[in-house]
């Protein structure tokens, strides 16, 4: 099948009744690609996670969600709920881009918990006849008995200092200024990126612009930044934001970038005083707009999810008509002044079975996912290749040179190559000397946590039916577990 070519009224088309979407639903239930454990699009693309937050007993969490096929089109915002992050249940349409403020799009943003119902902060991504984009902060509000309300009007528009690209709230509460703010990403009239501030004495009205956000340093650094928020973290508060238009080494030829800024936050003259560089989020191929959930600020960790993707790139499935997925949602705490990230304790609860790696190496068993992998790595260099053929040959490949404390991870030995143009290696020099690595393998994606989350390496990968092995250096400590299926499939739209 070849990929479809879109319009803009097939991208745009408004979805009046879920059966709309059955039939599309039915045939991506056949890619080979779809998910065993993480939370994949009911249908079409998914990018962003929005609106994570925990709430009586049960995690929200939500996507930024074209239901018509693997392109950006009309987003909405779809809503997955958990009890223990670990199995999701799809809850259906929360947020359908329906009035005139928001009529080319539910754009990502963020909740906070009110007083009678869980918030939602939006962009309304507007644009009129010719095209020019208006984009609006809007609010919906979900209550308890799954009632939606979308706020009759904006809580406020556009500021005309900055350019048009103007997007995606985060909300928060300072305790001390007794204030609410929202932080926005932003784009200056002479293209740079920043963020943009807005204060209320109330959730829900009398915002005003406070002003752009002062990063000192970071004038002039990346062309928009998508996605911003400001976390607090043990006492650290953390800039983490998504600057675009942007090259880094070690990234290949990427401009899209997911990172942050360890530093002080002074709410009173909104500056935010960096302490120390920019750091990449995730030093694999595919992560991108990670959310970290709403009301566990101030404790020692948060709790982060990603989009397991990049803009401008594509991937596999969208010849089976579907697109994107999330990450796992991680454990994020600072140590020595750098996010680490791990993941949940309670995954352990997906182990199934202990695989012996001696029957995948002889070929009695297949290396797929849902996986687990745990390698004890010894001194010295090391080199896994997972997904080789039965030879060992092939493959994604990870390599660690001890001498220079480099870890590379290489996808062009794997036989679907994509994004090829990103450049398919990816470097960083790990802080401490390689001891162990966890991998999570799913159907079409690998997560890599290096010595305990001092580095974390994402990517989707698609292997076929011949890359069913893996090959490593000798004397490696090795455990495999074949975890359970638990993601997100009924098909529930309204
Ligand atoms: C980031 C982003 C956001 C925007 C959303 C639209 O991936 O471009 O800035 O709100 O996606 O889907």
Redesign the pocket.
Known sequence: MSIKEWTKEERYRELKDPSELKDLYERIQKSIYRQKYHIQPITGLL??PNGFVYHDGCWHLFY?WCPWGAV?GL?HWYHTTSKDLVNWTNAGLCIKPDTEYDNK?A???SAFLGDDSICLFY?G?HRDPDWKRVPYTCVVKMFDDGRIEKLERPIFGPTDKMSDDQ??PKILYNEELKKYFIVI?ARTHDKKGCCIIYESDNLLKGWKYAGQLKVPGFEDFGGMW??PSIERINGNDILIF?PQYLKLERRGNVTNHNGYIIGNMDWETLTFMPEGHFHVLDFGFDS??AECAANLEGEERAVLVA?MGL?DSSYPTDEDEWSGCLTLPRELRVRNRRLIQTPLPQLAELREVEVDAEDILSGREKLAGPMEMLFETGDGDFELKLFTDEQGNGGLSLKYNDEERMFTVDRSGLSQRFNIEQGEVRMHEIDSPLRTLRIYLDTSSVEIFVNDGDAVFTSRVFPTDREISFKVTEGAGIKIWRLKSVSNTDFVVT
Do not use: I, L, M, V
Request: net charge negative; glycine share 14%.
């Open positions: 990018n962003d930024q950006h987003k799009g754009y990502s943003g962009t991504n997007r995606d990403g998508e996605c998504c991108y707009a989009w803009p």
